[in-house]
């Protein structure tokens, strides 16, 4: 996957939502207010596409605190780089969902 | 009893996932759903549904119909059970096996019995029946000619006083009823799905001319040697009563089938495209393995619409017929357009070539590659009027890399 392919805007969303640390897909849909019929399939192609990956957390983790274990996703390289080309496309999307360390350093 | 609906349409959209993704697909959406708050629960698990066909569309075929001949002998197979299966499930063997109407059936409503007895109709070929009179349970019995169902071929199982009812299982057959303070043996079991007598009563107790005697007036069926719409009594005092004759109408086999073809076939259009995309040169194979293919789907839709009706015993067949035919014809259109048009196997290791941002003015869409090296697909993402699907043939010389 070229580093330049464009995403639309709910694409690009979804990736800056993982990107800020809403790393599951419940906590995608919260951020972005996008139903479960289009973050789900949105996350699938963009996984299809290797700009994130997914993994399961330990199944410890998830116990210790009583609930079950999430399925996580991060960006790859190739999805940062097409990430940094969205933002230059849609200069709001980072300031909408700002990722955790920039919201510390505001 | 909520979160029972809920996991239900999990494990419901999870059918359309393939086996070996299902697990993983369900133990994902069960643990988002942990998270949601119940108000938003269940528009949460529909959105499944379209997380579902997302990866049936996107996923490869599944192995067993890749092959043209597997694909071919899944769908017979198919055909197959489900012709078998309609065959051995009561209602639907009832449908299937009903007898036949004689040739010129028609009844008449309201006449009064004196009337029926002055038809000049030959009493073997007529009968009549009255209004109910007495009941049963649920069942509006009416008295009727002993050869009421002679007249109708029907064949009744022998009995003293033979009882015939409207619909029910027919391994009741045999059983006793008290009718009116009398024992009635039920003779035979009707399939109110083939056709239906008129008038409101449900059961026939069948009694000599004597008891039925007692009718004022009724209805009466008759073999007429031609279509005729009427039928006239003259009376001693020179008066003629003239009484409106109806055909017996069978809801055959043949209409629901040809109207199942019809309906599926208008509705179509409006849900897939009927191109089979551009292909240089005949290939006659290909012509005769999508005939074959709706040659196959036709008795699926027929055979499993009757199986359903039989399961649930709910008239939902004329329904269940159109639905299926319309998915049905639409998977087999789809089906041709990912397959080589000269081997047949399906296409696969799909492609996203292009851009979604340059639709308009480049190409945009996915690859689709035949491992036999026959050639490539191209299909655009937005399909219109100068951009079909595209097959590429590739020469002998890239044989090398297959």
Redesign the interface.
Known sequence: MAAE??L?HTAAMILQAIHAGHG????VMEMTGL???????AM??LE??ELIRSQWEKPSIAEAEL?????YYKLTRAGKATLDASQKRYPLIAKLIPAAEEVEQA | MNQRLHLALLRGAALLVRAQEREEWL??W???L???RPRRRT?????????AF??RR?GPAPVYLQSPWHCLAVLATLAACSAGLAFQLPLSRQFLLAPQLPAGTMTISGIPLEDYRQLSVDPSRSAFYGPPRFQAGSLNVALASRNLFDVLNVPLAPAIAPLVIASGDPRLIGQHLTVAGRTAQIAAILSENVWQLPGPANAWLLVDDQTLATESWGYAVAQMNRPTTYVSVLHTAGSVNRFICVPLAERRLLIAFLMMIGVGGLVLPAVTSLSLGEYPGSHGRRWIFLAAKFAFVLPIVLFGSLDLFSLIAIHLEAHAMIVGSVIGFRWVLIDQRRRCPVCLRTLTNPT?IG???RTLLEWYGTELICTKGHGLLHVPELRNSYSEQRWLRLDSSWSGLF
């Open positions: 392919t464009k639309s599951y897909g419940f906590s139903p479960s019929g289009t973050v789900y399939p699938r192609r299809r596409d609930r079950p274990p999430r399925k | 133990a994902e069960r643990a988002e942990w998270y949601v528009a949460f698990c529909l959105g499944s549904f379209r997380d997302w990866l996107n996203t851009e979604p941002s």
